[in-house]
């Protein structure tokens, strides 16, 4: 039986969209490999060049993304809510963080870090794996949007 941690985790990640291509039993061991996290209204989750191989699912409320400007300035670049997912590249190939994300309200987040996604891929190799292709398709997505945005703004 999971613990009432892993559960609460479980119910959290199972009322996400992010989670719809897993069944209760697979979001439950997941759970099992992630922490929770609360982040009040203005606090930073992370800056630009932060070196943290760390995945955040979020649960609740909302994340902006920021990125510093040539004027040291930081630029919103988007807003996330429920069901979206920040760091899969981090978590991917270690890199320092291509921007920044601050609360834009409460916020409930799923942290999956390098250390536990590799306890996982020990443990449960075919989990492993397909949450690898999620994130996969996730920056396939992101690249293409990427790409239709500068295909646009080139006209």
């Known amino acids: 039986m999971a613990s009432p941690d892993v559960e609460l985790r479980a119910e959290l990640l199972e ?19 992630m922490q929770s996290r609360h ?3 203005g606090r930073l ?6 070196r943290d191989a760390t995945l955040f699912v979020i649960a609740s409320g909302k994340v902006g993304i920021i990125k510093a400007g040539a004027n040291h300035h930081d630029h919103p670049i988007a807003t996330l809510g429920p069901g979206h997912t920040i760091g899969e590249m981090a978590l991917v190939d270690g890199q320092p963080r291509s921007a920044g994300a601050v609360a834009v309200e409460d916020v409930v987040l799923l942290v999956v870090t390098r250390a536990d996604l590799d306890r996982l891929t020990d443990e449960h190799p ?12 996730l920056l396939s997505q992101r ?13």
């Open 45 to 50: 989750l992370f800056r630009e060049g932060d």
């Open 126 to 137: 075919r989990l492993a794996v397909k949450l690898l292709l999620k994130v996969g398709r």
């Open 15 to 33: 009322k996400t969209q992010w989670a719809n291509e897993f069944g209760f039993g697979e979001i439950e061991r997941l759970a099992a490999y």
């Open 39 to 41: 982040l009040e209204r």
């Open 143 to 155: 690249l293409r949007q990427t790409t239709s945005n500068l295909a646009d703004r080139l006209g």
